[in-house]
């Protein structure tokens, strides 16, 4: 895949926007799920969820859209992530502008099943982004122990 996505885990990339060779790539590296977290509109000449979302589906992704916008990332977009990326056989591309709100769905979404907020924050940091300023907020998701 393109350098500008950034492995997080094995079978997790997160990066920015997608093109259409992007999302050939990723079908092509075994990728099965693409999940924007990208509002339509946020720039000029930003292409349409709907034509990304066509564009992934004729390739046979899979194609969840759960924009982070102003209100943050809330319970509803962390279940349907979870709920996506869990009924996926292969590998997931998530995209925004840079791909910072991508690993902070992603790492919210895995402290609350149960994965440890420093591996979270190492595998954040290990793919280039510095997630240790909003530990509070990983730990607010965190199951009760």
């Known amino acids: 895949m393109d350098a500008r996505f950034s492995q997080i885990t094995e079978n997790f990339w997160v990066g920015p926007q997608v093109t259409d060779a992007d999302l050939k790539a ?8 693409v999940i924007s977290n990208r ?5 000029p000449g930003q292409p349409l969820i709907k034509d990304i979302e066509t564009r992934a589906t004729g390739l046979g992704l899979s194609f969840v859209s759960l924009p982070v916008g102003p209100m943050g990332i809330n319970e509803a977009m962390l279940n349907a992530f979870q709920e996506a990326v869990d009924k996926t056989s292969g590998g997931v591309l998530a995209y925004c502008k840079s ?16 994965t440890d907020i420093d591996t979270v924050i190492q595998e954040a940091l290990g793919a ?18």
């Not at 990723?26 to 799920?33: E, K, R």
């Not at 791909?99 to 149960?114: E, H, P, Y």
């Not at 280039?128 to 122990?145: C, K, S, W, Y």
Request: charged share 25%; hydrophobic share 45%.
């Open 26 to 33: 990723a079908a092509d590296a075994g990728v099965s799920l």
């Open 99 to 114: 791909g910072f709100r991508s690993v902070m769905v992603r790492a919210m979404a895995s402290v609350r099943t149960g």
């Open 128 to 145: 280039g982004f510095d997630i240790r300023g909003h530990t509070a907020l990983l730990e607010a998701v965190a199951p009760d122990q």
């Open 39 to 43: 509002m339509d509109g946020e720039e």
